[in-house]
């Protein structure tokens, strides 16, 4: 079974509820279709409910069974904007800008749902930047309690790849922090083996990534990455991990043995741990592309309550599949 199609089978053993504030753009529609029709998820759609249901006639798909929340009409909107006030008010929101954003920023709209439990998570990003997911759900979601860091990973589901956990590998962080630094790195790590563990269910093995091997190679670029290694090993005992090692060496057992031998990880890996988002992301894109794998993301670990981006050039398959695994994370908090 493939990696999605397990987790659509986990979702429909729970079904939670997911908002999509993005109900103009076609993909969301046609993604919440194809979830009523698979059950993995409740849908909540927030906008307009004849222009939604225009649009479904339109793409001639079925959204009967969805909830459509129209924030100028919504009973929930004082309490929202009361509730978004005492957030942020000593950032200088009055109650007018809180009520304003509620009513023009689906995406806002679509957090605090989350926030009050009117839905378990939140899934967007198709027609927005990340920063613009983001930013609302870290101002009011917070942080994971022991959380230190929020980060990105995406799962890259490879077809007839012999490596990772039967192809499967999570990278991290490809969406999220431009430059971590060794600690921050550190962070992402431990937060990628539990995101793995959850969400793939085999065994974290770690490759923190560099273009050296072992000290093959001299910079302040590796030595962050190595710093990181020692400070994951440190705060982390539990983990599998191992660095730096170049990606080869990490996932390939023919070229570990010569690049580093004796490592537990070396050739093994299948979460993989970048040095900045410049790398993370191109990686990701380049396997997506030219492996054609599936990809799966960028997802965020960390938050209190789970709101997954996407990526502006996502399908609307993707969306499903975005959808399924942000259901699951919902069932394990």
């Not at 993909?27 to 307009?48: C, F, P």
């Not at 937060?191 to 959850?198: C, E, G, L, T, V």
């Amino acid at each position: 079974m493939k990696f999605i199609d397990e987790i659509k089978a986990r979702a429909k053993q729970d079904v939670k509820t997911i908002v999509l504030p993005e109900t103009r753009d076609k993909r969301t529609l046609i993604a919440a279709a194809q979830v009523l029709k698979e059950g993995t998820a409740k849908i909540v759609m927030v906008g307009d409910e004849e222009k939604i249901k225009d649009g479904a006639h339109w793409l001639d798909v079925e959204l009967d069974g969805i909830t459509v929340v129209n924030p100028e009409t919504s009973p929930k909107l004082d309490e929202y904007v009361n509730l978004l006030y005492e957030l942020r008010k000593k950032k200088g929101m009055t109650l007018e800008s809180a009520r304003e954003q509620l009513l023009n920023n689906y995406i806002m709209f679509g957090v605090m749902m989350v926030k009050c439990k009117d839905a378990d998570g939140m899934v967007a990003g198709c027609c927005h930047a990340t920063a613009d997911v983001l930013r609302p759900s870290l101002q009011i979601l917070k942080t994971a309690p022991g959380t230190e860091l929020v980060s990105g990973f995406f799962i890259l589901d490879v077809p007839n790849c012999e490596y990772g956990e039967h192809g499967t590998f999570l990278f991290a962080d490809c969406g999220l922090n431009q430059d971590p630094n060794a600690e921050e790195m550190a962070a992402i790590a431990h937060s990628s083996s539990k995101s793995f563990r959850n969400l793939v269910g085999g065994n974290p093995i770690i490759a923190m990534l560099s273009h050296s091997t072992k000290g093959s190679a001299k910079h302040p670029l590796v030595d962050k990455v190595v710093e990181a290694t020692r400070i994951a090993h440190e705060k982390y005992p539990q983990l599998v991990i191992d660095g730096e090692l170049q990606t080869d060496a990490a996932i390939v057992p023919e070229v570990a043995k010569s690049k580093a031998p004796g490592s537990e990880v070396a050739g093994k890996a299948n979460v993989l741990v970048f040095p900045n988002l410049d790398c993370g992301n191109i990686s990701y894109k380049l396997v997506q592309r030219l492996a054609k794998a599936e990809a799966y993301g960028p997802m965020l670990q960390g938050l209190s309550s789970p709101v997954n981006d996407l990526s502006r050039g996502c399908s609307a398959e993707d969306i499903t599949g975005v959808i399924a695994l942000t259901a699951v994370q919902a069932q394990l908090q």
